[in-house]
T-cell receptor, first 114, second 111 residues
Framework: GDSVTQMEGPVTLSEEAFLTINCTYT??????LFWYVQYPGEGLQLLLK?????DKGSNKGFEATYRKETTSFHLEKGSVQVSDSAVYFC?????????????FGQGTTLQVKP | NAGVTQTPKFQVLKTGQSMTLQCAQD?????MYWYRQDPGMGLRLIYY???????DKGEVPNGYNVSRLNKREFSLRLESAAPSQTSVYFC??????????FGPGTRLTVL
């Protein structure tokens, strides 16, 4: 079945460092790919998404490119801030025709130190 | 707009007790979802409702029932709670397709 694998955390960075959180997926068909962010004590928020190969999703300085050849959707940010500390989830939908239902990775905790 | 609201925020149950988690959205969305979040496992879909009057099982439906009361409200019921159902429960909604907005969650402990 469809699945999403994220790099294990926690990822600890200093402020202004470059961030990469790896995400790879397995799916039949042509899934849409998503990154969600969960700040401490809150629910998830959609951060960005891409619906087809080579699309780049971006929001709040974060970017991710849908790479069909490597089945990846890595999250990047050029300069992280303390306020970016959160749990980041990669997810896919629609890969097996089950549109509307998300399959999530296990989440990666990011800690940014001043 | 309040977005997606959930009640209660916290709940402690004893094994065998029943309870209903409430969810409401004020965005006139067609689709609503219930997920559970467990450490190291991401979120897993329990049930979803693509439109008013319809519900369908997700990845982990056993031990749960749902009701799409109207377009706004989607409740999740535990008939006989078990310690394995200790989790954080999130409701979500979207106009169509994948979940867009999530509620703040209900932290449930079953003793």
């Amino acid at each position: 079945g469809d699945s999403v694998t994220q790099m294990e955390g926690p990822v600890t960075l200093s402020e202004e460092a470059f961030l990469t959180i790896n995400c790879t997926y397995t799916a039949t068909g042509y899934p849409s790919l998503f990154w969600y962010v969960q700040y401490p004590g809150e629910g998830l928020q959609l951060l960005l998404k891409a619906t087809k190969a080579d699309d780049k999703g971006s929001n709040k300085g974060f970017e991710a490119t849908y790479r069909k050849e490597t089945t990846s959707f890595h999250l990047e940010k050029g300069s992280v801030q303390v306020s970016d500390s959160a749990v980041y989830f990669c997810a896919l939908s629609g890969g097996s025709g089950n549109t509307g239902k998300l399959i999530f990775g296990q989440g990666t905790t990011l800690q940014v130190k001043p | 707009n309040a977005g997606v609201t959930q009640t209660p925020k916290f709940q402690v149950l004893k094994t065998g007790q029943s309870m209903t988690l409430q969810c409401a959205q004020d965005m006139n969305h067609n689709s609503m979802y219930w997920y559970r979040q467990d450490p190291g496992m991401g979120l897993r879909l329990i049930y979803y409702s693509a439109s008013e009057g319809t519900t369908d099982k997700g990845e982990v439906p056993n031990g749960y029932n749902v009701s799409r009361l109207n377009k706004r409200e989607f409740s999740l019921r535990l008939e006989s709670a078990a310690p394995s159902q200790t989790s954080v429960y999130f409701c979500a909604s979207s106009e169509s397709g994948s979940p867009r907005f999530f509620g703040p969650g209900t932290r449930l402990t079953v003793l």
